[in-house]
Every structure is written in structure tokens, then in C-alpha cells.
């Protein structure tokens, strides 16, 4: 009489426990071209979680969505030189470590570094990180530069005569202004991450010193645009930019794009998985991070979307050519030419969105 009554509870628990699971979703907020084909897909395999996802190609945008409230996701991805001006003003939640088994996956080398945006990775741990360098269109720029032109330099951008020779075949810009004025602050000898009213200035000059020549503005569309010979030269975001070389070279018609990490140096960045402190579920939330976490799983998304991992476990999967290519995994000599971007703070962020405005509108 007893035993059926005992198997029928623990099949109903069993029951419950899976429809809970099954209508469990959650709600992501990542940069766009950021994953794999397949990442989504397995997750709900393995987790019966079910995803939503939208995406962003700028820092200010996800700001501004987590700054109005109820932005409705679970996980962002903002990089580490905005996140750690979120975290103190309360927009994360604290990282529940007991349902991240994987992040001992993670890189004590890199772990070291994102240390700077959030001590004791306490609200956030790293996706994907990279450079923002050059990107162009090695026939189009030989053509109008010769084979002397100065391919390994930030001159390709910011010296007015050579942009004047490239503004033909089309040059465009992130419109990230932290990261333009910190190449450009860089290119000038100064602080990239300087808040100096007169570091500005003069950054804010050189920009509109080449502003006649730069086509576009814009975070995302210079990958199809490089890889379809719309442009020439593009400031990208490392992967994006072999993204739009191995679109070029599938389509076989004759563009060959090339990255650079310029020689004068480039800024390194690491986008950060956090959960927002209003995340609708959180539980699902920190199943999506531990899924990410996974080796495999962050090897299938740097080989198909050309981003180093930070995960030590996962060099065993990613393709040799990935792991090789110094301007994705850099080798110390290039690490040394690096500079990491630090947050700003908000009173300098009114200047530098003002400058920004009168650099875009050409004022
Ligand atoms: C992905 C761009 C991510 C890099 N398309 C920006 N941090």
C-alpha cells in the first residue's frame, strides 16, 4: 500500500523539477558576431534552458540599458573599463561561485589582469577579449600607398595626408569614443587613458584633423563592409576584422583583408559576463556563465568568431591557426604593446561625449 505512494511522490517531485527547468529562459545581452552557430542551441540541449538574445556593438548602449532599469537580462557583456564603473553604482549582482564549477577553467594569467575592474572576480568573469586595431584592404591600400606605405602604423589613420590618400576607398571608425581617443591620445605620445581636459583637446584635434576623410562611424557594419570592398580601412575590433577576411576569402572575389595591431601600439580589452541586480533569473543567469565556462564551449566560439578565450582548459580545442596567430593569442612581445583602458569617470565623460559629438558632426 505504502511502496506505490512513495513512487508515485518521487515521480511527481521528478515531474515538477523538469517543467520547472524546461520553462526556465534566459535573457542575454551580447555583442553582436560574438558566438558561435551552435553555442545557444547546446545549451538548451544540455540545460533545457531556453534562450533569448539580442545584441549591441557599443559600451554606451548597454550602459544606457542597465542604467534606465528592467533592461529584462539575465546576462550582459559589457567590457571591463565600463563594468567597473557599474558594478560600484549597483547595477550587477554578486556572482553566486557555488553554481560556477567552471570557473576554475579561467586563466589565473588573464584573471590577474581583469582583477583591475573587478577585484576577486566577485560580480563578473571574462567572455572574450582583444584589440581594437586597424583593419584594410590589403589590395586597395598597396594600390593608392605602394608597398612602402606605412602598413604597421597608426599613421594609415591619423596622418591627414596618408587618410587623405585612402578616403576614396573608404575609411571608417569605431563609434566608440573612449577607444578612438585613447588610440589617438596614444598615437600622440600621451596617457591613452588620460583625463586631461588638455589631452582631450589635443585628441579631439588630430581626429578632426582626418574627420574630412573618415566615410563612417559605426561598431559593426565595417565587417561586411571590409569584407564586400565597400571600404578600405577600418579601426575594428580584432576578431570582427578576421571575421571580414574570411568572409572576403570565402566570396573569392578578390579582396584580401588584413589585421594590424599598429606598431605604436593598440588598447586590449576584455568583455565581461555579469548579472544584472534586477536579472529576472538569476538561476539561469549563472547556468549560462557555467556553460560558457565550459572548455569546449569557449574553444567552438573563438574558432568561429576569431576572439581569444580566457579559458586555460579550452587551448586544447581551438584551432592551431587561432591559437598561433599573434594578433588573436599575442606573444608577450606583442602583450608589451598593449595598453589596457581604465573607466572613466563621469565628469570627464560629459567632455569627452561633447567632443565626440563635434568630432562626428564635423563641427
Ligand atoms: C564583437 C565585438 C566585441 C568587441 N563583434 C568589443 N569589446
Redesign the pocket.
Known amino acids: 500500500m505504502h511502496k506505490p505512494l512513495i513512487f508515485l511522490s518521487v515521480t511527481a517531485s521528478v515531474l515538477a523539477t523538469a517543467a520547472l527547468a524546461q520553462a526556465q529562459t534566459v535573457n542575454i545581452y551580447n555583442?553582436?558576431?560574438?558566438i558561435a552557430e551552435d553555442t545557444l542551441e547546446k545549451f538548451t540541449t544540455e540545460t533545457s534552458i531556453t534562450t533569448n538574445y539580442d545584441v549591441f556593438?557599443s559600451n554606451e548602449i548597454v550602459e544606457a540599458r542597465l542604467l534606465a532599469g528592467s533592461s529584462g537580462y539575465d546576462v550582459v557583456v559589457p567590457?571591463g573599463f565600463f563594468l567597473e564603473r557599474q558594478i560600484p553604482i549597483g547595477l550587477f549582482q554578486p556572482l553566486d561561485k557555488s553554481k560556477l564549477p567552471n570557473i576554475d577553467n579561467l586563466d589565473p594569467a588573464i584573471m590577474a589582469i581583469v582583477e583591475a575592474h573587478d577585484p576577486g572576480a566577485e560580480y563578473a568573469v571574462p567572455y572574450m577579449w582583444?584589440t581594437t586595431g586597424i583593419g584594410y584592404n590589403v589590395g586597395a591600400i598597396t594600390e593608392r600607398l605602394g608597398e612602402d606605405g606605412p602598413l604597421k602604423s597608426w599613421d594609415l589613420l591619423f596622418d591627414p595626408e596618408i587618410a587623405a590618400q585612402l578616403a576614396d576607398c573608404g575609411i571608417s571608425v569605431l563609434d566608440a569614443p573612449v577607444e578612438m581617443v585613447a588610440a589617438a591620445l596614444n598615437y600622440l605620445g600621451r596617457d591613452p587613458n588620460s583625463e586631461a581636459p588638455e589631452d582631450l583637446e589635443q585628441a579631439e584635434q588630430l581626429i578632426a584633423s582626418i574627420r574630412p576623410h573618415i566615410r563612417a562611424f559605426h561598431s559593426?557594419q565595417y565587417i561586411s563592409d571590409l569584407a564586400n570592398g565597400e571600404i578600405c580601412l577600418a579601426v575594428g575590433?580584432s576578431?570582427?576584422v578576421f571575421i571580414a577576411a574570411d568572409r572576403a576569402a570565402e566570396a573569392d572575389q578578390g579582396v584580401e583583408i588584413a589585421y594590424v595591431i599598429p606598431q605604436e601600439g593598440a588598447s586590449i580589452?576584455f568583455?565581461m559576463m555579469a548579472i544584472p541586480a534586477d536579472a529576472p533569473n538569476p538561476e539561469a543567469a549563472h547556468a549560462f556563465i557555467n556553460f560558457i565556462l565550459e572548455p569546449q564551449i569557449a574553444a567552438d566560439i573563438t574558432n568561429y568568431?576569431w576572439?581569444a578565450n580566457p579559458n586555460a582548459g579550452a587551448d586544447a580545442f581551438v584551432d592551431p591557426e587561432v591559437l598561433e596567430d599573434p594578433a588573436i593569442y599575442p606573444t608577450e612581445d606583442v602583450m608589451a604593446n598593449l595598453f589596457p583602458l581604465k573607466a572613466r569617470t563621469p565628469g570627464y565623460d560629459r567632455l569627452l561625449t561633447r567632443a565626440w559629438t563635434r568630432i562626428k558632426t564635423g563641427v
Not at 31 to 34: K, L, T
Open positions: 555583442w553582436s558576431d560574438y556593438d567590457s582583444g559593426s575590433y576578431g570582427d580589452w568583455d568568431v576572439y
